[in-house]
């Protein structure tokens, strides 16, 4: 199919609706759309920028920074935080989110002591980290994952112990990409205090889990725990149909360069330049119709779906993993053509599924229904993850 424009219509003919069909049957990237967002085209009328710190004043007034304010302080409430205490702003995802506190914590750390921070983060967070890490010239330390997914204290401590010279940045993962583990932030921060005390900061990437985690009972997840900053997608849980993250952090915690372009109102502390206000009002939207009890609601809801995928996996003779707190379901990887229908996560041998709001019961009972015998092979690292069975 080719675009052809100026042929009447505003898109290339069936590309919308193929687009349709196939996020529909999107099993393995955490989405939601379950909304129409007819309101958000009030605001492609306005030509709105989201420049610069939106807890500061703005020299221009076509923006929505206080739409954006209210973001952050109900993502802060999320993250166990006071709102009061904490700044932030949204960010392009969680890539950007990751990146900024790395960045904001590395320009900190080395100005109060003069040396170049190392980072640390298991070996099951997200690709984001590494690749920060290279664009911010800093070098990473990948910790040992335990059996469930989760970083290994014992072996965080022992990578700090060797390393006592440097400041530490340190990443927490609360609901990891490929297994859905959630790392112990409380003793993560105090292994930091132990060894790094006031040399160190540590945050928290909740991309996918952030918007779940506080109605499953899952515990040392969030700033409630420790840590200085925390951030979650927009568009995974919540289903924000732009992409977006939102960045929240402790107020004192980074320090910034003042010396910043005249046009904005106050120190730039975001990464990127011109900011979808957009975005900001997407997410204000998506948290104005999913108040505290509906989340809650939907994310039982969730779980539940994958419970059930994970029992009907197993009735069929797959293995089937699941982290207690998490809606992600992981199995060894079917045959190429489910896992492309699907649009299933894959890893090596391994694939998952999300169960996010979107993704109903029947549509996990046509994933089932399309799955052929379960394979006789097992992934490498299944059979030692007991304690998810
Ligand atoms: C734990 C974690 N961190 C970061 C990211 C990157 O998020 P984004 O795509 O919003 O940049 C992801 C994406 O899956 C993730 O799972």
Redesign the pocket.
């Known amino acids: 199919m080719s675009a052809q424009p100026g042929s009447g219509d505003p898109w290339p003919l069936g590309w919308l609706e193929g687009l349709a069909a196939r996020s529909a049957e999107c099993l393995g990237y955490?989405s939601h759309h379950g909304f129409t967002n007819r309101e958000l085209a009030d605001l492609l009328a306005l030509p709105l920028n989201n420049l610069g710190d939106p807890f500061s004043p703005s020299r221009s007034a076509t923006h929505a920074h206080d739409l954006e304010r209210e973001v952050v302080r109900a993502v802060a409430r999320v993250a166990g935080a006071d709102p009061e205490k904490c700044r932030g702003y949204v960010t392009?995802?969680?890539?950007?989110?990751?990146m900024h506190a790395l960045a904001a914590g590395r320009d900190t750390l080395r100005s109060v002591t003069g040396v170049r921070p190392f980072v640390v983060a298991s070996d099951q967070?997200?690709g984001?980290v590494s690749k920060a890490a290279k664009i911010l010239d800093l070098k990473l330390i990948p910790v040992p994952s335990g059996p469930s997914g989760a970083l290994d204290i014992p072996a965080l401590a022992s990578i700090l112990s060797a390393w006592p010279d440097h400041p530490c940045l340190a990443v927490a993962?609360s609901?990891?990409?490929f297994l859905g583990a959630v790392d112990p932030v409380g003793p993560m921060a105090r292994a930091l205090e132990a060894s790094h005390p006031g040399r160190h900061r540590l945050h928290i990437?909740?991309?996918?889990a952030g918007f779940l985690l506080p109605h499953t009972g899952a515990s040392d997840w969030n700033l409630a725990s420790g840590g200085h900053s925390f951030s979650v997608?927009g568009?995974?849980m919540l289903g924000v149909p732009v992409?977006?993250?939102i960045s929240v952090w402790l107020d004192g915690a980074f320090s910034w360069d003042r010396s910043t372009p005249g046009y904005l109102g106050g120190p730039d502390i975001t990464l990127a330049g011109s900011r979808a206000g957009l975005a900001a009002g997407a997410l204000w939207l998506a948290l104005c119709r999913w108040p505290r009890e509906r989340l809650s609601r939907e994310a039982g809801q969730c779980l539940e779906n994958a419970r059930w995928l994970a029992a009907s996996l197993r009735e069929e003779g797959w293995t089937a993993l699941r982290h207690p707190h998490s809606a992600t379901v992981v199995f060894p990887k079917p045959a190429d053509h489910l896992c492309q229908r699907w649009q299933l996560h894959v890893e090596g041998e391994a694939a998952h599924v999300v169960a996010v709001p979107r993704v109903s019961r029947r549509l996990l009972e046509q994933f089932m229904e399309s799955l052929g015998p379960a394979p006789e092979f097992s992934c490498d690292f299944l059979p030692e993850r007991t304690d998810l069975r």
């Open positions: 955490p392009s995802g969680s890539t950007e989110s990751v967070a997200h984001c993962t609901g990891t990409t990437d909740a991309a996918l997608s568009h995974k992409p977006c993250g």
